[in-house]
């Protein structure tokens, strides 16, 4: 007679998220400032500036990524940002020279405002779409945008000669200034987004870039997730563009261009698309290195592309989504 052993289940530990992700993200939030504190005189600091800009941009992409949204018009936002800042400083709504110093606090609010407004108009065309008409639909409102740019344009002089079509707008208070105020953004850009990634919001981002169908057995609004996405990534590359216009001094037509849009998603693809601090890091490091050699915008463009079309190479499946690799597929390696 065999006598039945029960046996004491002892409780699970709860799980433990990885730290690696916070502390990189902390690293990244460090370095801005450290480059900052490093860089010494006018070429380094609009270097550091460029930067911080363009890694803030890139890192806004982030959102879209993990909803399963592959925008290639995320440059709207980003010019709507800095056309903001254009558009309240030559009607006077706010006063280019403000002694106290919220000229620029209140142009960053309202280039914000603008760039999730700019957002939520593409969440609303494409939140229902597949991700191929997303990507295109997108990259069609920015040609849109880039049309009605060139409507609006004044000659800026360097050196006496006409090298640019664009829009002066008021400079942050010395290019030092324009150093920490962009890091002190970059930084919490990706603090913000890192938050948001890692919450209940990030789950249910995650589970929106799926079928409606499992969203909604998940109980998500899959639609209304995704335009969330897109809101709240216009508004930090809203802010961005009002960053870039104002440390650059002067808003152009190519800040709502095929080059801006294609930035994003390829600093995104080079860092990881399903990270925060990969799309932050490329986006900074090319950010400073195209300030840095001062590459022609063709070339730019040309090296965008190429990194689209090798990432679609390397795994048509997941392109311009969280889950792109660029290890080789399961099945070209022989695995089941």
């Not at 209940?200 to 969330?228: E, I, M």
Request: glycine share 10%.
């Amino acid at each position: 007679m065999s006598a039945a052993v029960r046996v004491r289940s002892l409780p699970r530990p709860a799980p433990v998220r990885p730290l690696l992700p916070w502390w990189a993200a902390a690293g990244w939030i460090a370095v801005p400032f450290a480059a900052a504190a490093l860089a010494h005189g006018r070429f380094a600091w609009s270097v550091v500036t460029a930067a911080a800009v363009q890694g803030l941009f890139a890192v806004s992409w982030v959102l879209l990524a993990v909803s399963g949204l592959p925008s290639l018009g995320h440059a709207l936002p980003y010019g709507a940002g800095a056309y903001t800042v254009a558009f309240l400083v030559h009607r006077g709504i706010v006063q280019a020279a403000d002694p106290n110093g919220a000229t620029p606090a209140a142009l960053t609010a309202a280039a914000a405002a603008a760039g999730g407004c700019a957002g939520a108009l593409q969440g609303r065309l494409v939140r229902n779409l597949a991700p191929v008409w997303t990507a295109a639909i997108t990259l069609a409102t920015v040609e849109a945008a880039h049309s009605l740019a060139t409507m609006w344009m004044a000659p800026v002089l360097h050196g006496g000669i006409v090298t640019d079509t664009a829009i002066p707008v008021a400079a942050l208070a010395g290019d030092r200034a324009a150093t920490w105020i962009t890091a002190a953004a970059f930084a919490a850009g990706v603090l913000l987004v890192t938050v948001l990634v890692r919450s209940r919001t990030g789950v249910a981002l995650r589970a929106a870039a799926g079928a409606d169908r499992d969203a909604d057995a998940l109980g998500f609004d899959a639609p209304r997730l995704r335009l969330f996405a897109f809101v709240t990534a216009g508004a930090i590359a809203g802010v961005a563009g009002a960053l870039a216009a104002q440390s650059t001094g002067h808003v152009s037509p190519a800040m709502v261009s095929w080059q801006t849009s294609l930035f994003a998603p390829a600093a995104a693809l080079l860092g990881g698309a399903g990270t925060v601090v990969g799309p932050a890091a490329a986006g900074y490091l090319i950010g400073g290195i195209a300030q840095l050699v001062d590459a022609p915008s063709g070339l730019k463009l040309l090296a965008f592309a190429a990194v689209l079309a090798a990432a679609g190479l390397r795994d048509p499946r997941h392109v311009l989504g969280a889950a792109f690799s660029w290890n080789a597929p399961p099945e070209r390696r022989g695995l089941p």
